[in-house]
């Protein structure tokens, strides 16, 4: 079975592809750019919303739904924004089919054509801060901490499974202010929660940056990120979080009387992480032998195997181990299959990421024994029977911080400070990862950079050190160093 | 503040909507028939989502996500289908917009035509199945339970926040099965579901019908329902499961190997509920003085207030009850506003719905207690402080039984026999609810009573008695009597 996915080394991009297909994660529909994500894909997506939804919760934020569509002037009224969204969007212009008149099908009900068309929300700030305008009035309306989670939708022109498609799932936070550092500061916490999620949870490592003015949101004072590392030396923008000052609520007249009864107009902030989460996590982790789970998103942690097959010995040992995984909160399956052998077995949880499987075999447990093999490491090793659960959940603990660590250590090899244009070139096209260069704070030179490099800044990293320097195109004078990647 | 709710006696419709606006629950938009759920009422969804979903789950259902966009042609496939649901809808046509070369907003652009228009999903049949013949080979790979939650979109004339609009959020279930029986058992299993948790947790009795042919889903053989009755005697189709035969199968030529390597077509069932059920809700329960929620599905089950304010003493005693409550899984807010006397508070929890309120004064402290304030019959009582979280907790568990009680009783004193058209119609007029009679099984004699009386067939009950009579309009032989009702 791991022989269908494609090497790595061979063809990076088809590996990605032969992991989200085999591993059952998602598949392309029949509506262009727009994916059916499958059950085993969907589960992580649930796990991953439960913790983001608790940690949002957490920090006061609650959650409501904002309408699919979007009224077409809407856009039009932040200017950068419509610059940013207006652009390939889903336009719906009638409302009703009707049976063709010269034919078997249906057709477009000309009559019923929409007096203004609607988009398809590529993200909600316009029609949420239209709303906004009918629900503050007061500092006591402040701060208003609303997220969403919906579908979005963005006619992207090359799509890939995960990474970028048309539709895609996401969380919107949307929040309003009473001054400027309160939204900074959310925005800020933001970042800070979408980081700890990336580095506990899906055991991703990432910088937290600020984007260049080029590459920020369309309407943001500021966009916050945080950037990660693939296995193939490009960068994947993983969660962004705007400061939008106060652009949107001039734009939708949203203003508050303050505590001195002064009309003031109100600040803002907006924040999203989609399933390309997904599409990180599975190029963070995976090998050539299939998908690799961090064992605090994989759905299933363990899968107990019995050799050959099922038999109330191994039955009955299977019970006990299940019942104390089970208890202390481990999800656990006992795979009965009979007609299934072991070895196709072992392959197909592998491919799936299952983070550690338990071979139960007689032979085994006549010296109270039973195999244990893990995931990341593919290390197997026999353990006793006796308090096997708590080896295990040390295990799952081990194996969450060994893909973080080993992550870590394959990301920080490739942050290289590069301090000439050649240089540039040669590691970005032999080693890849994250350039640390000096950069003379221009849009032109950013492009001009990209044009030569297909590399963009990915970020101003948030710690990085004041360094007095040069411009690594222009020379120019600079005073700190920022991230360039080719980036997906 | 509860004075600006309109009477229920007055007028019904503007009550309805007079609670949904002052509970906080939804609001409309700035797109015709699209309501926002605001996060009083989005808070209610989530927890029917939690429950729903666990039991789901604990039947064997597996979440997934599917494309919001289907192709028109689709829509065609199944017969009954594309007269159902191709009617009325939201149709994408284009997929970008530009800027507006004679003015300064943004146009459709006439070059990015869609070759083939797409239709925003009513509901998901069609494109779930055009995708399960990839995913159905052998019996192996059946029975396929697979559930989403989504946004769905039917361009309604006609829209009332929650109980009818153009966008909704539900979930629906699709399901594919190697024979009649079982698809057959999948559709009642799921009608039982919602059943009882419509009875158990949003303690709205109903009744477990079958749908005549003029009522069923567009493309199903049989549709399962759950009708409840609304507190003005109009039924309220609170959730349907569908026996979909192979009519999808052979529509999207889905077809799976037996275990005698013979090709047939996979049998379905799919089912759905929305958020029309908070509308079923607020009208089961609610009163003059604003929501009342059945404590189970109440997001915030106990407010306390501490009477006139806050105060060290008084603030002690909140913490501890506070404490015990979250132990027992209660949730509970103290609320320590400064600004609002007790009264204005007390009227405002009445509003919401919250089931249980403690009053917490000095002076009743002195004698050791709280006084202790329920939502649904508005009794207020003096408590001991010792051992209130226990009183508290059996409190809930009666308001929730109280609930249910009372709208059964209210339910079942309007389902009546009538045996004439003359009494069909007095009775549906000056009392409402469910008129049980007899019927000849015919559209049209369906259609005709709903002509003359407004009233449908709600369904044909499960547990119906076999009894020998005369349709109340054509005198024909019958062989049971059916439920009609006015209906949402």
Redesign the interface.
Known sequence: MAKEITARDEDYSQWYNDIVKKAGLA?N???RG??????N???I??NMQSQLDKRFKETGH???????????????KEAEH?EGF?????????????NDPNG???V?DPSAKLEE????RPTSET?IW??YR?WINSYRDLPLL?NQW??V?R?EMRTRLFLRTS?F?WQEGHTAHASSQEAEEETRMIQDIYAEFAEEYMAMPVIKGVKTANERFAGAIDTYTIEALMQDGKALQAGTSHFLGQNFAKAFDVKFLDENQKSQHVWASSWGVSTRLIGGLIMTHSDDDGLVLPPKLAPLQVVIVPIPKPDPVIDEVAEKIMAALKEKGISVKYDMDKKKRPGFKFAEYEMRGIPVRVGIGKRDLEKGQVEIARRDTKEKSAQPVDGIADYIEQLLEDIQNNLFQRALDFRNERITKVDSMEDFKSVLEEKGGFLSAHWDGTTETEKKIKELTKATIRCIPLDAEVEEGQCVLTGKPSQQRVLFAKAY
């Open positions: 598949s529909s029949a509506v727009c994916m059916v994500i499958k059950p894909g969907f589960a997506w649930e609650v959650n409501a739904s904002f309408p699919l569509l979007i009224p077409k002037s809407f856009l039009s419509v207006a652009k390939e969007c889903a336009v719906v212009t009638h409302h009703r089919l009707m078997t099908g249906v477009v068309e609607l988009i398809i029609i239209n709303t009918d609303i919906c579908n939708m006619w539709e799932l």
